[in-house]
């Protein structure tokens, strides 16, 4: 059963950097999708960035792109998510997600919630203006 546990969190200012840690355990390493999401109070999850871990190629959402990255250290199956220049409405809880082995992010609809069979709990991140 694959596990996932983020790390990180924690209080940033607007316009400040965070960097957030998914460790995954429960598995091989193997190729598969994992992706980063948020939820803000009030509002539906949004995907924000994804890796092929295979590949190694990167997808971010629109609203963030540019403000980040996502990266991987295969030695520590452990996948990470820089973010820059936080803004106050990106308050939420961030969490990351494994798609199923085998296999690698979409190119469209990347994030697409079924194709993601593993969830993390989350980490809060609290940006204040």
């Known amino acids: 059963q694959v596990q996932l546990v983020e790390s990180g969190g924690g209080s940033v200012q607007a316009g400040g950097t965070l960097r957030l840690s998914c460790a995954a355990s429960?598995?091989?390493?193997?190729?598969?999708?994992l992706g980063w999401f948020r939820q803000a109070p009030g509002k539906e999850r949004e995907g924000v960035a994804a890796?092929?871990?295979?590949?190694?190629?990167?997808y971010y959402a629109d609203s963030v792109k540019g403000r980040g990255t996502i990266s991987q250290d295969n030695a520590k199956n452990t996948v990470y998510r820089r973010m820059e220049s936080q803004k106050p409405e990106e308050t939420a809880l961030y969490y990351c997600?494994?798609?199923?082995?085998?296999?690698?992010?979409?190119?469209?609809?990347?994030?697409?919630?079924?194709?993601?069979?593993?969830w993390g709990q989350g980490t809060q991140v609290p940006v204040s203006s």
């Open positions: 890796i092929s871990t295979g590949s190694g190629r990167t």
């Open positions: 429960g598995y091989t390493h193997s190729t598969r999708c």
């Open positions: 997600a494994a798609g199923a082995n085998r296999g690698r992010c979409r190119p469209t609809d990347t994030f697409s919630p079924p194709q993601f069979t593993s």
